[in-house]
């Protein structure tokens, strides 16, 4: 048995948890799929590797999940953000949550939210090369482009709502596209009912979108939405100085109002 | 009627002009690798051949994504409503797998099963399916699980059997399918007696659906098997809006102060609003009675009251899953359950 394996085991043998969220093998050889582990003996099936991506914090907040007691959940740098905006958002309650975090050497249990304060502390931030390049590729694009590349990306959009579904950070029971008294956002799955169903869901998660990119990985018609929130993320990481999920702070973009607000509206 | 011919691949070409002449749109499989859906096409060249699956099916052409089916305007005290009558464009929808083809029973049975659904039927009356057999699978394809397979000819009123590079079998199947073929019949020869099995993929059954139509009523009331197998599922509508049969549709008004649209659009049984009562009760309130449904929708009560499987084992469902549900393996898991 592996270090996370021996983890998920003890947690469980202790009565420290219920349940252990990790990852599993999945269809494929090279698919992960989430599992559930809730008896000692099951430790060995979980698996940590580069195939492991889906944000798992999801699950924390899926009543049939939390039924079945305190939880662990094995973490990426990622996941442990989103418990801690998750937090930021009176969502979890500290020490409702065991975070295993995976990727930087050994599995220490963060048991509640200080520790995690202080284990993101040490791990790099910010956006990797990878998607450094594809924004400033996207930024670099003259404005007829731009809107060019969103049509064709925003065409596929069959308004499945996975990227909600899968998201971490899309918590609300009801949905504005599914508010219809009176109906904000387009109901049909066409050009314009696509640009607002992902421009406003985009709007609704900037300053709080982790850029786990969970919603990507999720979308049936592989649309680059992760690359709408990551654009937004900058932009209110300019405007307010804040990134989300480093801490557990009670300030964040989208819930704080200043009386040195510069917008007229507030007031 | 059964008649197989020959036609080349080369000849393809200009059998589609002949039908784009003869008034069809035709739509067929085509993208790139990681995403191939059914668009339409004017030319053989853009038509993909060697895909396992499109991304999407091609239930659009019949039932689209989104349907605009009555206009209204308020003025004053008045209300006047105009219908928006049914958009049926003779179509040939060509290169679908076998499974698809199969598909249209089930949808069709649906549509037509208490009234005859307006915007559906002439759709369909108007469609023609040059079906296309598959010459390989995925471990998500399950089609020999329900009653169909690689080479099924069901639903298809021509099916395309590729004999080699060159050349295709082509079964001609119905009167729709002898029209289409009657577009170019110098493009046909005469068959040399070649089987098309030897060219089929070859697909192993994982249950066998009568047992499971059988036995799910049973399994209806053990809440943890349902609970177990959907706990990672995260109530979305992936798996309905790709899929071939499913059939969920929600009617909504398009409106401002005086003026709207009403439309019908694809819905899904995945969504935990789908059954929201206006009370707020919810009869389907968790997911694993969502994921029930699901699966009891397809392989129990369809076959009971419409005498017609809701799956044709297509796999796409599983393939578009964000967290790897994976249906053939779910349902095989439930045939194995004592009960
Ligand atoms: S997951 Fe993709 S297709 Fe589905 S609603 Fe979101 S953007 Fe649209
Ligand atoms: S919007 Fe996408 S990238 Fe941002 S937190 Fe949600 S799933 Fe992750
Ligand atoms: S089975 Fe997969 S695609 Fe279907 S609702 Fe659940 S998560 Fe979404
Ligand atoms: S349920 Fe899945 S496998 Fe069955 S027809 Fe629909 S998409 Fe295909």
Redesign the interface.
Same mark, same amino acid.
């Given at each position: 048995m592996n270090e996370l394996q021996q983890t998920a085991k003890d947690l469980l043998e202790k009565n420290a948890v219920a349940v252990v969220i990790g990852y599993g093998m999945g269809s494929e050889p090279s698919l992960r799929r989430a599992v559930f582990v809730r008896k000692p003996d099951q430790a060995p099936q979980l698996i940590f590797d580069e195939s492991c991506r889906q944000n798992l914090a999801f699950y924390v907040l899926k009543p049939e999940v939390k039924a079945l007691g305190k939880a662990a959940v094995v973490a990426r740098t990622p996941t442990l953000r989103t418990l801690l905006q998750l937090a930021t958002e009176n969502q979890i309650t500290d020490e409702s949550v065991v975070a295993l975090p995976v990727g930087n050497g050994s599995v220490q249990p963060l048991t509640n939210f200080a520790a995690i304060e202080q284990y993101l502390a040490n791990v790099p931030r910010g956006f990797t090369a990878q998607e450094q390049q594809e924004l400033a590729a996207i930024k670099s694009k003259t404005l007829a482009d731009r809107w060019a590349f969103w049509k064709s990306e925003l065409s596929r959009c069959i308004k499945c709502y996975a990227c909600r579904a899968a998201c971490p950070m899309c918590y609300c029971s009801k949905c504005i596209v599914e508010v219809n008294q009176p109906q904000w956002v387009p109901v049909p799955s066409d050009m314009l009912g696509n640009l607002e169903w992902n421009v406003i869901r985009a709007m609704h998660l900037a300053g709080r979108c982790i850029s786990c990119g969970s919603c990507a990985d999720a979308c049936p018609a592989h649309i680059r939405i992760d690359l709408l929130n990551q654009l937004l993320a900058t932009e209110a990481m300019q405007q307010f100085g804040a990134e989300p999920g480093l801490s557990v702070r009670k300030d964040y973009a989208l819930a704080t109002f200043k009386p040195t607000d510069k917008e007229e509206f507030i007031r | 009627m059964n008649e197989s011919k020959i036609i080349l691949k080369k000849s393809l070409g200009e059998w589609f002009n002949m039908m784009t002449a003869g008034g069809y749109r035709v739509v067929g499989p085509v993208g790139q690798d990681? $995403?191939i859906?059914f668009e339409p096409v004017t030319s053989p060249d853009a038509v993909r051949f060697d895909h396992v699956q499109t991304?999407?099916s091609g239930k659009w052409v019949m039932f689209p994504? %989104?349907e605009a089916m009555m206009r209204f305007r308020l003025s004053g005290k008045e209300v006047q409503a105009g219908e928006i009558p049914p958009q049926a464009p003779p179509t040939v929808l060509f290169g679908a797998h076998p499974c698809d083809a199969a598909s249209l029973a089930t949808l069709n049975a649906v549509f037509t099963w208490d009234s005859s659904d307006a915007y559906f039927e002439p759709k369909l009356a108007n469609t023609t399916i040059i079906g296309l057999s598959c010459t390989k699978g995925d471990? %998500?394809c399950f089609c020999t699980s329900v009653g169909g397979g690689p080479g099924d000819t069901r639903g298809s009123d021509v099916l395309l059997t590729p004999l080699d590079g060159e050349k295709f079998l082509a079964e001609i199947l119905t009167e729709k399918g002898k029209s289409v073929v009657g577009l170019a019949p110098q493009l046909f020869s005469a068959a040399d007696g070649t089987s098309k099995e030897a060219a089929l993929a070859k697909i192993p059954a994982r249950f066998n659906h009568r047992d499971v139509t059988a036995k799910l009523p049973s399994l209806f009331p053990k809440e943890d098997v349902w +609970?177990e197998q959907? #706990?990672?599922c #995260? &109530?979305? &509508? *992936?798996c *309905? %809006? !790709?899929c071939p049969t499913c059939s969920c549709f929600d009617i $909504?008004? @398009?409106?401002d102060r005086y003026t709207g649209v009403r439309?019908r659009?694809?819905d899904?049984c995945g969504? &935990? #609003?789908f059954t929201l009562h206006a009370s707020n009760h919810n009869p389907r309130h +968790? $997911?694993?009675e969502r994921w029930r449904q699901r699966v009891m929708h397809k392989f129990s009560y369809q076959p009971e009251r419409l005498n017609v499987l809701g799956c044709v084992g297509c796999g796409r469902c599983?393939r578009?899953c964000? !967290?790897?549900m994976?249906l053939g @393996?779910h349902v095989a898991a439930l045939a194995e359950i004592k009960v």
């Open positions: - | 990681g $995403q859906d991304n999407n994504r %989104y471990s %998500y +609970k959907s #706990l990672r #995260l &109530g979305c &509508g *992936a *309905a %809006y !790709v $909504q008004d @398009e409106r439309i659009c694809w899904s969504f &935990g #609003l +968790k $997911q694993s599983s578009s964000p !967290v790897d994976n @393996e």
